[in-house]
Structure formats: structure tokens, C-alpha cells
């Protein structure tokens, strides 16, 4: 946690609305974001960032620095979501038992440092709403660490932490999520591709 961000924890726990509306100004986005990808609803995931900002000040006299202030932030979100899923009696939308070894590899296409083109941003954008049709159909404890280590640039510790599990379990539920993604989309590829040449056929 940086010098900056703990006197900020320090004057909040005093009392200084305007330092807590600082420190939490900076992760709202964030954890609305978390929240809409594991719930799938605006609505749930508006409730769950009202909820983790209200959780937040309540407990920050019970917040020791052992993390960093965005990933108690975080944790307190994935539980609270965690929490809404059990109440929808939320099932499994696939089960993933096999793991892979690539770890560093990204979901998401990297942007340029040059900001692109229109087309090039639509491509884009385009790609990750593919993209995330599928993420959508992940089990919510492999599409929490997707959310948090492509969508939000986490890191495998950050992760583990907010979670809390450990590292080796995000690795591998990473992984996992990762290889289906893959084979969903190659298979959808190859669905389309059938399609069309049972198009070709019949205009022949």
C-alpha cells in the first residue's frame, strides 16, 4: 500500500469523509465492473457496488494494510456477489476438470500505444464482445479470475488474495477457463463454417 493511500485509510477511519470519497473514487468503476461480469444484471451488480461501498465504511476501522486497499475493496465485492449467486440457487454452467500449461497467455487482444483507428476500435470491440459471450458461460469461480486478470490486469497474487485462495488454485482455474474458452470458440468456428457450406450447397 502506498504512503499516499494510507494516510488517506488513516484520516477515513477518523472520520474524513473526503478522504474515504477519495480513496474509494478511484476502484468505483472497478468494482462495479467485477460485479456486472460474475452477475450478468446492471441492476444486482448496482447493488452489490452500493453494498461493497457500504461495507467498506463500516469496516475500515478493521482494515489492517496487510493488502493492498483495492484488493480488500475486491474481496469484499466477489464475496458479496458470491453471496447473490447462492441466493439464485445459481448452478454450474460447466464443469472444467482438465488443466492446461499455458499461464501467461491473454484473452484479450493488446492495444496499441497509439490510439487506433475507428475501424481498428470497432474490430476490437467487436472481438471482446465475442469474446465475452463465451466468459458469460463460465462457472462464476472461473469467470471471477478471468474478469480479474483480463478485464482488470490483476495479478495472479492480487487475485489470490481477493479471493482467497491460493495461487496455485487461480493458476489453475485460469488455465482451465482459458482451454474452454479456446475450444468453445473453435468449435463455434467451425459450427459457422459448416453453416456456410451447407449455404454454398444449396444455392449449387
Given at each position: 500500500?502506498?504512503l499516499?493511500?494510507?494516510e488517506?485509510?488513516e484520516?477515513?477511519?477518523?472520520?474524513?469523509?473526503?478522504a474515504f470519497?477519495?480513496?474509494?473514487?478511484?476502484?468505483?468503476q472497478?468494482?462495479?465492473?467485477?460485479?456486472?461480469?460474475?452477475?450478468?444484471?446492471?441492476?444486482?451488480?448496482?447493488?452489490?457496488?452500493?453494498e461493497?461501498?457500504?461495507?467498506?465504511?463500516?469496516s475500515l476501522?478493521?482494515?489492517?494494510g496487510?493488502?493492498?486497499f483495492?484488493?480488500?475493496i475486491?474481496?469484499?465485492?466477489?464475496?458479496?456477489?458470491?453471496?447473490?449467486?447462492r441466493k439464485?440457487?445459481?448452478?454450474f454452467?460447466?464443469?472444467?476438470?482438465e488443466s492446461?500449461?499455458?499461464?501467461?497467455?491473454?484473452?484479450?487482444p493488446?492495444?496499441?500505444?497509439d490510439a487506433p483507428?475507428?475501424?481498428?476500435q470497432?474490430?476490437?470491440?467487436?472481438?471482446?464482445d465475442?469474446?465475452?459471450?463465451?466468459?458469460?458461460r463460465?462457472?462464476?469461480d472461473y469467470?471471477?479470475?478471468v474478469?480479474?486478470?483480463?478485464?482488470?490486469?490483476?495479478?495472479?497474487?492480487?487475485?489470490?488474495?481477493a479471493l482467497?485462495?491460493?495461487l496455485?488454485?487461480?493458476?489453475?482455474?485460469l488455465?482451465r477457463?482459458?482451454?474452454y474458452?479456446?475450444?468453445?470458440i473453435?468449435?463455434?468456428?467451425?459450427q459457422?463454417?459448416?453453416l456456410?457450406?451447407?449455404?454454398?450447397?444449396r444455392?449449387?
Amino acid at each position: 500500500m502506498s504512503l499516499q493511500e494510507q494516510e488517506l485509510v488513516e484520516k477515513a477511519k477518523n472520520g474524513d469523509m473526503a478522504a474515504f470519497e477519495q480513496l474509494v473514487s478511484a476502484h468505483q468503476q472497478k468494482i462495479y465492473t467485477v460485479a456486472f461480469r460474475i452477475l450478468e444484471n446492471g441492476e444486482d451488480a448496482a447493488d452489490v457496488a452500493q453494498e461493497t461501498l457500504i461495507r467498506v465504511y463500516r469496516s475500515l476501522a478493521k482494515f489492517k494494510g496487510d493488502s493492498a486497499f483495492s484488493t480488500w475493496i475486491y474481496r469484499i465485492t466477489v464475496n458479496l456477489c458470491k453471496d447473490m449467486l447462492r441466493k439464485r440457487g445459481h448452478l454450474f454452467t460447466q464443469s472444467l476438470d482438465e488443466s492446461i500449461s499455458e499461464e501467461n497467455e491473454s484473452l484479450f487482444p493488446q492495444l496499441p500505444d497509439d490510439a487506433p483507428l475507428p475501424d481498428e476500435q470497432y474490430e476490437q470491440q467487436e472481438l471482446k464482445d465475442y469474446l465475452e459471450k463465451f466468459i458469460a458461460r463460465l462457472a462464476p469461480d472461473y469467470r471471477m479470475v478471468v474478469v480479474m486478470r483480463e478485464q482488470m490486469g490483476l495479478s495472479y497474487e492480487e487475485i489470490s488474495r481477493a479471493l482467497n485462495v491460493s495461487l496455485g488454485t487461480v493458476k489453475s482455474r485460469l488455465n482451465r477457463a482459458r482451454k474452454y474458452l479456446r475450444e468453445s470458440i473453435l468449435q463455434d468456428r467451425e459450427q459457422e463454417q459448416a453453416l456456410f457450406r451447407l449455404k454454398d450447397e444449396r444455392r449449387g
